[in-house]
């Protein structure tokens, strides 16, 4: 029986580079030679080619360097296709592996959220300074920067404790007791500087009486929303009885006229205590935490900045309110001696500082003593816009306490929009209020 042809592949292949160039196929090379085409197609894979167009390529260029080079990255890039069809394989089982373990989970119950009465409750805070009833600011006198008068200090005033109350009884914790720092200046005066009677349109005792009725009925308010309410006072600067600073007493003041007249007027409200203080400074206690208010004028600034005089008088009362903590306890028992937990309790060392004054409210964190400035309830004056060129947004500032974490959530009540019209517009006697009347409708 006689055997297979034996073809010479070498020699089919040389004659296939001669017509290479006319053909479109492996089967047209096959025929052009004068071979079945599979024969071609093997004899093509045997020596190498994958495809017709491996061996065209090869032909037709040659045995350049760029051919050698484009062979290896094809090569290359073959081998990376196979790996990562192997990596693509493996992840497809991953992700229906995960899939079934997922399914397989059993549900977990939702942990159920207590109302409002889980949270601690907490203390409700306001600061109220520099209200500067009396100033008169026409408008225009300022341009485009704003007026005010003491028909807008009404408003506002009452703008602001309305919306104290009503914030403080939005958050989801309970607030049962409210207190107010009053932080003096409540009133303008015309001792300051010699063109202060020009800018006022109250004298001093008239502007202390309409001050003390709005507060009254701002307070009474306050005794229907809350059930208990503290007052804190202290005196500001602007309200002293003698021109030059420091030749008075720090309760000869008109800020003291003012709260003299709120205890006369409050007397006979159960849930509302005020404390006007004779010191210029006082140290609260809220929820076990110590707060030192002052009104601010003894930090003095330079060139209008008054950082570095705020940090040295914070550093000044801590190490004076220190030194008295120590003093008190020897004197109670020398002989005592005390755990430190104990002897921290009892010191008066403030763990925040709340002053006024500034016109500018900020926070600021001296090595662990908080300084909280309030805002004015003015925003502008002839003095500040014209010769410290500082205008500030009218605003007074609010804060609750909590009996864990201390002086937490921050808001400032924003007075801007709140008066522009400079008639008094919801102000006591426009709304129905008599002369120490009986409070606000709700």
Known sequence: MA?????????????????????????DLGRAVGI??????????????????????????????????????????????QRLEGQLQDRAW??????????????????????????????????????????????????????????????????????????AHQQSFPVRKAKVYLLGDNVEHSYMR??????????????????????????????GEFEEVEVEAVPGNHGRTTQKAGENLPDETYDHLIYFVLQHMLRDQENVRITAHDAWYFVDRVLG????????????????????????????YFLMLTRQSVDDMRELDPEMEMALGTFLEELHTPDFVIIGHFHNPFTWDLMGVEVI???????????????????????????WVHPEHGVGLRLPIDVARVGQGGGGAGGLQESGYPEYGVGFRS
């Not at 297979?4 to 492996?26: G, N, T």
């Not at 491996?54 to 040659?62: P, Q, S, T, Y």
């Not at 063109?195 to 507060?215: G, T």
């Open 3 to 27: 055997g297979k042809p034996q073809h010479d592949y070498d020699r089919i292949l040389r004659q296939a580079r001669e017509v290479c160039a006319q053909c479109e196929s492996a089967a």
């Open 36 to 81: 079945r085409p599979q024969l071609m197609r093997r004899i093509l894979k045997a020596r190498g080619y994958e495809t017709f167009q491996d061996f065209l390529v090869e032909v037709v260029a040659g045995d350049a360097e760029d051919v050698g080079i484009l062979k290896r990255q094809v090569a290359h890039f073959r081998r990376v296709t």
């Open 94 to 167: 991953l992700r229906e592996e995960v899939a079934g373990q997922i399914a397989a989970l059993e549900p977990v119950s939702v942990p159920r959220i207590e109302g409002k009465g889980a949270y601690s409750e907490q203390v409700a805070c306001l600061l109220f300074s520099d209200a500067h009833f009396g100033l008169n600011v026409p408008q225009g006198q300022l341009g485009v920067f704003g007026q005010y008068s003491s028909a807008m200090a009404e408003e506002r005033t009452i703008y602001v404790f309305r919306t104290f109350a009503r914030l």
């Open 194 to 223: 010699p063109s202060q009677p020009k800018q006022i349109d109250a004298h001093v005792v008239k502007q202390s009486i309409e001050c003390s009725n709005v507060l009254g009925h701002c307070l009474r308010f306050l005794a």
């Open 289 to 316: 935490y110590k707060i030192l208010g002052m009104h601010g004028e003894d930090a003095i600034s330079w060139a209008g900045i008054p950082w570095y005089g705020i940090k040295r008088l914070v550093k000044d």
């Open 373 to 399: 400035a309030n805002g004015a309830l003015s925003g502008v004056s002839l003095y500040s816009a014209k010769r410290l060129h500082k205008l500030t947004p009218p605003s007074q500032t609010m804060f």
